[in-house]
């Protein structure tokens, strides 16, 4: 096997300005056997520029069988990292043995994405030619990176086929495996996801966000972990602009209302206070904790930057896709909302592909692939079971033959 285990690259020459990242250390490979790094060499970007190496963090559940057909790769959100599974993994009721995607029988694999900071290379990541942060000097990251590097990593695993399954970015990488990668792909569900993000989306949950960071005199032009400062204020306030569009309005309502503060404000404020307030506050200072300023401008543009029609439209990529497709909405989600997703599910049946909708109804908004699990797991479970279901049938003719 191709990987090697070893420390992730320091990303921060200060005490101070390292808590800000989860440095992966070498005692934490060695401790738990489950994280991993591969380093996969020379990487020539999408948009341009290149790296001489890149390295990945990865989990692995499960084994891979001979041929290395067995494998499903779980694609994480914005900010999230390869613990899919486990104890504390953000989706650990539906991975696991017996579970929806079943590690008895699949190989599953996270990957920490391109750009990122639990692990993977990123702007944080140490620039070996200046021995200094990459910080704004890091190839600028698509969608279509992060999933070419997720490739190039899997082949070195064994992996031969394998289904795509992932919500909102993650779900912008199924698709991205689906009509780029084809040839992989035995099977993909994006949740919460559409072909691209509109303007709303780019504005609310983006744009503002990175005005913020960039906007903290702590940023210092990116260059802030040089300094031994981080821009703790704007990448808070980033986080609390995300979770407005992550949660439904029903939600928000029957959580918060307009009750007054039931915690302390953690920031100045003038007059009465509200419960949501505080709800903002305390994400946004949580937040500042686990991830780096840098990977969120990059990975917020990614995501605005990503359509699957690009370079050649629909006609060249969706009829591309040769695999049965599962695309979920939820009725509440307003930054991909249903009716964006069903417009996608029109024009896959079109061409003629295999497709399936399904749609969530939960008052929890965007992030509902997250939480409402006795909606998720049983359709995530049908989905997989019924490929299973076909590919034993497939087996099984192929031996009468």
Not at 100 to 128: E, H, K, M, R
Not at 245 to 267: C, H, I, K, M, Q
Not at 293 to 309: F, I, Q
């Amino acid at each position: 096997m191709a990987d090697r285990l070893k420390s992730a690259p320091k990303t921060h020459t200060d005490d101070a300005a390292r808590s800000h990242l989860r440095i992966v250390a070498e005692s934490d490979v060695q401790e738990n056997g489950v994280l991993r790094l591969m380093d996969l060499g020379h990487v020539n970007f999408e948009l341009g520029g290149h790296l001489d190496n890149v390295t990945l963090a990865f989990q692995t559940w499960g084994s891979l069988n001979e041929a290395g057909d067995n494998a499903v790769i779980v694609l994480h959100a914005l900010t999230g990292d390869s613990n899919a599974a486990g104890p504390d993994g953000w989706w650990s009721p539906i991975i696991g043995q017996g579970r929806a995607i079943d590690t008895d029988t699949q190989f599953v694999i996270c990957v920490n994405v391109l750009g990122g900071c639990q692990g993977s290379t990123g702007p944080a990541s140490i620039n070996p030619e200046t021995s200094r942060p990459w910080a704004m000097s890091f190839p600028l990251v698509t969608i279509g990176d992060i999933v070419a590097t997720q490739r190039r990593l899997v082949e070195r695993l064994g992996v031969t086929k394998l289904i795509a399954i992932g919500g909102s970015i993650g779900g912008f990488q199924a698709l991205e495996w689906a009509t780029r990668h084809a040839d992989m792909v035995k099977a993909v569900a994006p949740l919460a996801a559409a072909g691209a993000l509109d303007a709303q989306g780019i504005a609310t949950h983006s744009e503002l966000g990175r005005r913020a960071i960039m906007a903290d005199p702590n940023w210092r032009n990116g260059e802030y972990l040089e300094a031994g400062v981080f821009p703790e204020q704007g990448l808070a306030i980033a986080r609390m602009a995300a979770m407005i569009t992550y949660n439904g309005r029903e939600n928000l309502t029957n959580r918060f209302g307009r009750s007054a503060a039931s915690r302390p404000v953690l920031y100045p404020s003038f007059g009465q206070t509200f419960d949501i307030e505080g709800y903002l506050h305390y994400h946004g200072e949580a937040f500042v904790r686990r991830f780096d300023a840098n990977s969120y401008l990059y990975l917020t543009r990614a995501m605005d930057l990503y359509n699957v029609d690009r370079d050649g439209g629909s006609n060249e990529w969706l009829a591309k896709i040769d695999a049965p497709v599962l695309l979920m909405g939820i009725s509440s989600d307003w930054l991909f909302p249903s009716e964006q997703i069903r417009s996608l599910v029109d024009r896959l049946a079109r061409f003629g592909k295999d497709v399936t909708y399904v749609e969530i109804t939960s008052p929890h908004g965007h992030d509902s692939f997250l939480k409402d699990w006795d909606q998720f797991i049983p359709v995530i479970a049908g989905f997989v079971d019924e490929l299973d279901t076909a590919g034993n049938a497939a087996a099984s003719a192929a031996e009468t033959c």
